[in-house]
């Protein structure tokens, strides 16, 4: 056994992914036993109480929640919160008012101490951190402002307090108006610092838009959280999950109208330069609030979070709180409707500009929806179409010319690696590069379609950079594409979106299911509607459903699940997962498993054989590859070789890496791409066969237990058609079109000549197009008597599959139509497989699905049966992680397309 092969190596791929996987695992495994707790700061403190979320009637669980109160948010039944809380008190003055400062996300109480320690002197400074911030408990079922307000209360009657003035700083501003909503008779009085106050004035301004920005928010926190391994790191940062959650649990649709209702004393301070919450923002809530006193300051965001600020705002807040004891600034009546408030002003000077970076933003990560949500905002004003429009472009425009710079810079190379390899086809981009190069200028005009065209806009974009077309002329181009495109939708959503927003409130109870259907809609629209405007459209969608409701075409690991269990139960039955490699000791280490060398496998057979061998060899791995071209052709001259020929890794399967090889070019091309040990092996026309064979240890016959052609599909030119046009026109090449194009992609846009036949695949499996025939007909006893002579010559061989090309005038196909004859001279063996290989039968549409299967099973019943007999009389399987390695390598080949000639 060669030491080459002794020890395979798993890819690296998989050495990678096994090790990071392990390393999440162990992660989430010490986060989850071991979960971050916050020291508590200098003068803290933590108070034990209930905790709160959102609740559903849910009869099982015994909840029962009435469907037209507002406020579902309800204590959890047996579960407790711990809350972090700075208790700041007076010396010798026990009964002076206390004060409740509700920090900002992210952060925690420690924005708010040299606020804390200026009113200090005067009042009872209650300073806690919000659940899921600070040294308060991270992990809660719910971080809205709903229920943060809820455990306050908990709170403040743990400390034994009745009244409080309530500060909310940033999003603690939600947090202070639900508590003012939800106990108004415990709140003296609401100040709201640096705050957005109102909905209008949070991010995008609107419910719906926000939720989609939050969603992806907390979808890339989550992603970096849950399956980056940190083991505890990011959540000890004050950007964790908690903190991504904070913003969508909490719906602020109605904060408006809650401020609006609260009849007692409101402050507001606010920096008049703070570009995350523009002043517009603190204006519009004194309208909503008319009681309300304001202060305004130069500064930004954070000016009262420091010493300075502190004592700039303590002054007229402490005035302000006195005042509010006494009953001033109370509103006086009721207060007036909503709706005859102005409407919010639309943004201008720094709010524009951050509303259009996070449009910019958010059009990087999903351009479409983010149109569809920036009308939404151009519908309710706060954003003029004319800015909505150009955010989008900006971002759409960036968006085009980093994929055009990604095909520049990277080149050709960078499409066969990873992540370009996940998204783009390497074949699509020389036919698009094949259609740019013959229509010229016009052909550029791919570039505006692609917009239109769904999953076009990749390919089409990293062509024009690979092929590094002229810069302006794509610079107008793109923007055409973008400028027919984005003010559109925005237009859409601006004059039905809006009415959508205006009903959703009466379909609260449907929102998910409404969005939902919403996002499919359009997701139907644009990949089968749109699609099917045209003839090419139309046979794409019976493709795509022709391969889901044909067993043939399923993909691999779904059509052969159930062998593979059954493989593994045998396996844990014998406590050897490789077991069944024990089958054929006289195939190699392996049994002739997935993975084992392919030379040496056929190495067996050489000169062994009465049924002839196409003359191969092994080309050993080595960076020179001039020295390896020069080795295959010593070969194929020394056996009067000519082309085509075949190359294939060594150590392949499936027909991974399987190439018919028409040049010299194409032979160097092939040694470049794989840097492995490989097989040339001289080409023989004629149709294909498998055959498995088997025979028990101990018997004199062993019996055939199937036979499968490997048929190749070919299209037969008009004389007015393309290539490409024949395959889509075709019902048997239809529904693997995609992977004909990519095989015959030199002449996809060649039309061919009438009568002209163009065999699509040459290669005998499914991979690469090869259609599978169950020839059950053709199982005779003279076949099996041939291949039980075989496995004398070659001993210790007892479950086999072979490969097998015969040539038109061979006997077998004579004799097929009643008694077939099998004559040895006819066939040329081209590969031979062994133990955990089982029939290609499973491929045949006319073979019932479970007939087939079950005839699967059979045969791997027999190669575990033959392998326990030889265990018993001293062989010894492989092991099992170097043959799960020898697989891996196997399977770590790709289809690729040769391109030169």
Not at 52 to 78: I, R
Not at 172 to 181: D, W
Not at 283 to 291: D, G, H, M, N, T
Not at 603 to 628: C, E, H, M, W
Request: net charge neutral.
């Amino acid at each position: 056994m060669p030491a080459s092969h002794s020890h395979p190596h798993f890819p690296r791929k998989w050495i990678f992914f096994g090790v990071f996987i392990v390393l999440v695992l162990a992660s989430n495994f010490v986060r989850r036993h071991w979960p971050y707790v916050a020291p508590l700061q200098p003068g803290q403190q933590w108070v034990e109480v209930r905790q709160f979320a959102e609740q559903h009637t849910d009869p099982k669980k015994g909840v029962v929640v009435p469907e037209d109160e507002e406020d579902k948010v309800q204590p959890l039944a047996g579960e407790s919160v711990r809350v972090a809380v700075r208790d700041l008190r007076p010396e010798g003055r026990p009964g002076v008012s206390a004060v409740l400062l509700l920090h900002g996300a992210p952060g925690d109480s420690a924005d708010l101490a040299a606020l804390a320690a200026v009113l200090a002197p005067e009042f009872r400074v209650i300073a806690p951190d919000l659940p899921g911030a600070g040294a308060s408990q991270r992990v809660v079922a719910d971080y809205s402002a709903e229920a943060s307000a809820y455990t306050m209360l908990d709170v403040l009657d743990k400390l034994g307090v009745q009244q409080v003035h309530v500060v909310g700083e940033g999003q603690g501003g939600f947090v202070a108006v639900n508590l003012a909503r939800i106990a108004p008779g415990r709140v003296k009085s609401l100040a709201l610092v640096s705050s957005p106050g109102v909905q209008e004035f949070e991010l995008l301004g609107n419910n719906i838009a926000n939720n989609f920005v939050y969603f992806f928010h907390k979808v890339f926190i989550g992603i970096g959280t849950n399956f980056v391994p940190h083991f505890g790191l990011f959540d000890r940062s004050a950007i964790n999950g908690a903190y991504a959650r904070v913003f969508s649990d909490t719906d602020c649709s109605r904060i408006k109208e809650h401020l609006r209702a609260y009849p007692g004393a409101v402050f507001i301070a606010h920096g008049e330069d703070d570009i995350f919450v523009p002043l517009d923002a603190a204006e519009y809530s004194a309208k909503v609030a008319p009681q309300a006193r304001t202060f305004f300051t130069p500064g930004g965001h954070h000016v009262f979070e420091d010493a300075e600020g502190a004592a700039l705002l303590a002054p007229p807040l402490k005035t302000f709180m006195r005042e509010a004891e006494s009953g001033a600034g109370a509103r006086i009546g009721a207060a007036e409707p909503l709706d005859k408030l102005p409407p919010p002003p639309p943004a201008h000077g720094s709010r524009l500009v951050v509303l259009m970076l996070i449009i910019i933003f958010c059009a990087f990560v999903a351009e479409d929806p983010t149109c569809l949500a920036t009308g939404v905002l151009v519908a309710h004003g706060i954003l003029s179409f004319s800015a909505g429009v150009a955010a989008c472009l900006v971002s759409i425009l960036i968006g085009d010319f980093s994929l055009y710079l990604v095909g520049y810079a990277l080149g050709r190379p960078a499409l066969r690696k990873a992540p370009l390899k996940w998204f783009i086809a390497e074949y699509e981009i020389d036919r698009m590069a094949g259609w740019f190069e013959k229509k010229g200028f016009q052909g550029l005009m791919l570039i505006v379609t692609s917009r239109f065209i769904p999953a076009s806009r990749l390919p089409t974009f990293i062509c024009a950079g690979v092929m590094r077309l002229s810069l302006w002329r794509l610079a107008i181009l793109f923007f055409i594409a973008a400028a027919l495109w984005t003010p559109a939708l925005i237009w859409v959503a601006e004059h039905f979106g809006a009415i959508a927003i205006e009903k959703f409130p009466q379909w609260k109870k449907n929102a998910m299911w409404l969005v939902l259907g919403a996002l499919f809609l359009v997701w139907f629209f644009m990949h089968v509607v749109v699609p099917a405007m045209t003839w090419r459209g139309r046979r794409e969608q019976i493709m795509k459903l022709r391969r889901w409701g044909r067993h043939e075409f399923w993909p691999t690991w779904q059509l052969y699940a159930s062998v593979a269990l059954d493989m593994l139960w045998r396996g844990l039955m014998r406590f050897s997962g490789a077991a069944c490699t024990a089958a054929n000791p006289g195939l190699g280490w392996l049994g002739g498993a997935t993975g084992e060398p392919k030379s040496e496998t056929l190495g067996k057979f050489t000169g062994k054989s009465t049924v002839p061998l196409a003359d191969f060899v092994k080309i050993p791995a080595g960076k020179d590859t001039a020295a390896r071209v020069a080795a295959a052709k010593d070969f194929m001259a020394e056996n009067g070789m000519g082309y085509p020929v075949v190359l294939k890794p060594d150590s392949g399967d499936d027909g991974l890496g399987v190439n018919r090889i028409s040049s010299e070019a194409q032979l160097a091309e092939w040694l470049e791409r794989f840097q492995e040990d490989a097989l040339l092996q001289r080409w023989v026309e004629g149709a294909e066969f498998e055959i498995v064979w088997t025979r028990q240890p101990g018997t004199a016959r062993g019996r055939v237990l199937s036979v499968v052609e490997k048929r190749f599909i070919t299209v037969t030119g008009d004389g007015y058609r393309t290539l490409e046009e024949l395959i889509w026109a075709d019902d048997l090449a239809l529904s693997q079109s995609k992977l004909y194009l990519r095989l015959n992609w030199r002449r996809a846009s060649e039309k061919i000549s009438a009568g002209e036949t163009v065999v699509l695949t040459r290669i005998g499996t499914h991979a690469l197009g090869a259609r599978m025939l169950d020839r059950q007909e053709l199982r005779t006893e003279a076949l099996a008597l041939e291949l039980d002579k075989l496995a004398d010559a070659i001993g210790g061989l007892h479950y086999a599959v072979y490969d097998l090309r015969v040539g038109e005038n061979a006997n077998w196909e004579r004799g097929a139509k009643s008694a077939p004859v099998f004559n040895p001279a006819d066939w040329t063996i081209t590969g031979v497989s062994g133990a955990g290989v089982v029939s290609s039968r499973l491929r045949d549409q006319s073979v019932r699905l479970g007939y087939a299967q079950r005839s699967a099973h059979k045969q791997i019943r027999l190669a575990w049966t033959a392998a326990d007999a030889m265990r018993a009389s001293g062989v010894k399987p492989a092991p099992f992680l170097s043959m799960l390695a020898a697989w891996g390598e196997a399977r770590s080949r790709q289809i690729i397309d040769l391109r030169s000639e």
